[in-house]
């Protein structure tokens, strides 16, 4: 069998990983792996190529992807989808892996379910925010970047005894920035699911650190938080109190670095799994990690609600910044 | 309540996380932490002393463990333990958090079913073998600190072309060693539970690579494989195919660092986690991560076999190293 | 003799490691060193303590400083800078190390000179602008963080065929833009001193690397460049061409961190060797590196212009970048 | 003109820069460069293919080298550099680029003198060790990695209140020992060209420190000290003392990793120059920097005795450990 390996939407760290995984399980099973460059843009662009087991040497280790990726609106339209699936017939490509997030999974689940192409989802995206999966490659490797970053700024924050908001990936979901928050230990986060994060509720937090002898602080803000971002906040609390405080945006350090073991070796398992279930004739999934264990969902799963993070995370950094 | 904190046994990182978690969650709900040096030998010598929730600022990211740590084998003797009580009673010390391997918790179990001390335990150690736990402190980060250390390897191996033997932590526990190989993409891994790894499977191993055109490879040893350490395997290969190897022992690199944002989430929740139950009266458990959630296990638990590392993972480490 | 310590101005990695250098050089040769927090806002509040050689214990590693800054514009008064030595003499003070950049060293040289306290200068600053010395604490780590960010930056603008401006800090100096463009191999760099770089140039660069092939670039911008920071050079190029380019400003990440390993060891010695002049009676002077080996400059040339970048590194830059 | 570049004896952080650096170069000057693999092996094997710009995309961060390296004895063999002298004349290779350590460049200054074939040197090796140039390519990166791993030791050695020696590379040279030892506030450093370093001297030392309340020390070890390595003298101190200590033997990691700011600038800087004077026709000759300047050294310069390290620093070791 002939099975077509391709990376979509933002890039995410771990996706090398099941490139690697997916064409050397390919090789193992006695199946011929395809590598398609640039996503969904090079299935109807025809740029694609057999990628050999060595092609995937040392490339474990390494951020972004090998294959490249991009956005294709086009997709989103039936007539090109059909001509994709002509083109993979064409070459003889029965079966695609197709590592990325939310928006490449409902181009899978079309594919499969209008043009009987083979389709096998792998989650690759920092955001960790699709359902059906504890855990999205990139994930954790973002995570880390943000609080070593955030272990830097304390530095300085401590230092100078200043007030920063540190702004951190996601825009509708808000597990980057509670997990970062709590591993940081900030004072303070804000995230579009919050039940409760308030102007007032802010403003009281820091006040009563400054109270309990607390002279730096740090506010972990999602992207895509109700009350604005990171600098629009700020330049409230500047307007309404006068702080002396700094903005940082994180932005898209946040993105690449080599991946860390956790998304190396799930990226792995994902990539192998993959492989292993189209060449048994098996599409339309698309894999996740649930409860500590790999996960098979249908690819239709993903039109189900975003997963929020766990509110008692959020209490968590409020009980921890005292 | 007068609630003592303490860290036992080998250090890992994630342990101050845990203490500052238990230390502002006493605060938070009026009680009051202790924190007691060098494990069991601080009960017995008194070595404690009050500790305010400022005493824990910056100690998150830092590896070790602020209130020290020792081996305590006086502790294995009843008489030894009721004096600890004892103490611990004049000290106004009602419960205990107790950080530490599988050592640790026997003698919390025991102190807390001989002495009626309220005990909980939280799993700290690199290993990650304790009975009832999917995680463990410090695994996380031990695992990403061996992973960077062999990608550095892994640089000087290729371009010499070289075979290279490293040793990773695991006396009797392969978890470290196969996380490690599968995330570093080793050519093979040895580990004491492995159902398979003889002496002559590696060397077909190593032969095919070699047939297959690699020029180099990493092997990932556990200290307590039972073909020996990695010396002891590197010098039966020199000596019977002339190879020219190299060994690195990675050793205690792997214990410290700063942990892993993975390891500061866990030690937070746990920490915080086992105060609250301790100030609810509630003694006589550890706690765990199984399937993704936090889990409650009887300290008497600590008995059961260790769990081994997926027999999947050690054929996965086979099929990707083509 | 009773020695102060002090660091002033923004934080810089390495301020800890010539801290602890200076108040343990005091204690070897029998003198005392008292550390002042705040910087010469400290001197102002008498906000000072002896400090013991043990409270240097595990912060040569640390970034920021034990000792806190401030910026502190009452002392461009002389009256307040005569209370300071006023301060300083009813404290048994008699000379200072005095660790931060240009303003720090001209208070230092108006003290020195019209109050007769001795005053020693250890150049600590991220920017490494300041005449009379090679280098300046800090500027090797920052440097390092800036292209670790970019290395990652490089995987993501790699992976989507994309251009991206980064922004580093440096509102006169172009050192730190320059050094990290030719060590992150960006395909070009915007700084004040340049000598040429138009915004035509800089677009004419960019479309030769597009016919080149070269789809994915780096452009490096010092924040105090003349065509502006790197959102506004980022706005024109999209105005004026339709890029689809992303704008990181990499911000405070740069400015903490544990110090590198040159930071340390400069820093230990420059505060170990200015202990030593004050001990013997010296003033009135600052230290650095000229020419690989320590120098000694007098205070007043901190007057003198600032160094500029090499002109030829920025030309390597574009060698390089084809 | 045509210019071969190959790397040669152990592999260094930076290797990678230079040859980027070296192929661009040619480039930009409108010669052709030619990568040669496994250093003088690849010359007499004629492993050797053209060298295009674009293959050197993304290798500036990467550790190792891409053209692989090999030790070459034959090479020492006169008849064998008439073999390879040949052989270049044969594929039209004028002029070398030889990046590595004193053993390379004794073999191109050979090659230059005796077959009048254009060598440059470039000096590429961790050990800092060659006479006219202050840095080599490797050693800034070592230097660095070797004080983040003695780092999380602290953690560990803090933690339990234990003496740890650890041995970094160093056969005949100190440089590493010292600078690390200084960097990572060791305890002690033993290493070749220490004039006092006797058994009884340590002792003293850790006595003294013990004495003073100190609990844990790191004591740094060259692997070629005359006291013997880390293994050696752990072992004395065990018998004589009974002392509970820890050995950790760095090895290979500190060869590996991507290389620091310092050594992509240097290996771009060098790279550059050395193709810069070659199409000029110049050749027996290396590069190094003598001062903070690139300096220009006969290639018969590199039978001058090696470097020390600076005494000063070792005092200094000693003063800061207080």
């Known amino acids: 069998m002939r099975i077509g390996v391709l990376t979509s939407g933002g890039d995410a760290p771990g996706m090398n990983a099941a ?3 997916a064409v050397r399980q390919a090789d193992a099973l006695g199946h011929e792996a395809w590598g398609i460059r640039q ?3 090079g299935v109807l662009e025809k740029d694609w190529a057999p990628m050999p087991t060595r092609a995937c040497a040392n490339i474990l280790q390494r951020g972004g992807t090998v294959l490249h990726t991009a956005r294709c609106p086009e997709f989103l339209e039936i007539h090109r989808r059909a001509d994709a699936a002509a083109n993979l017939r064409e070459a003889g490509i029965q079966a695609l892996v197709i590592i990325g997030g939310d928006g490449s999974f409902r181009g899978a689940e079309a594919l499969q379910r209008e043009q009987g192409i083979l389709c096998a989802g792998i989650p ?5 925010d699709l359902p059906g999966t504890d855990r999205t490659l990139g994930f954790d490797t973002a995570l880390n970047t943000a609080v070593e970053a955030i272990d830097r700024i304390r530095d300085t924050a401590s230092a100078h005894g200043r007030l920063f908001l540190v702004e951190v990936m ?3 979901s808000g597990m980057l920035a509670v997990h970062t928050a709590l591993a940081c230990g900030a004072e303070a986060v804000l995230y579009p699911e919050s039940p409760d994060d308030s102007y007032q509720a802010l403003v009281a937090r ?5 109270l309990r002898g607390k ?3 740090i506010v972990v803000v999602a992207e895509g938080d109700d009350l604005g971002n990171a600098m629009v906040v700020g330049a ?3 307007r309404d109190y006068g702080l002396d405080l700094r903005v940082v945006v994180l932005g898209h350090i946040q993105r690449g670095g080599s991946p860390s073991a956790l998304d190396r070796i799930w990226g792995s398992r994902w990539g192998a799994e993959a492989v292993r279930r189209l060449a048994a004739g098996e599409g339309g999934f698309y894999l996740g990690e649930v409860a500590g264990a790999l996960a098979v969902q249908p690819l239709a799963r993903i039109l189900d609600p975003r997963p929020a993070p766990p509110g008692d995370m959020g209490e968590l950094v409020d009980i921890l910044s005292r």
């Not at 820091?206 to 400054?210: D, M, S, Y």
């Open 236 to 238: 409230r609390l500047r």
């Open 215 to 217: 002279r730096s602080s």
């Open 170 to 172: 996601g825009r509708s």
């Open 124 to 128: 690759g995206t920092i955001d960790n």
């Open 19 to 21: 490139i690697r995984a």
């Open 39 to 41: 996503g969904f843009q």
């Open 206 to 210: 820091l006040h009563a650190n400054w």
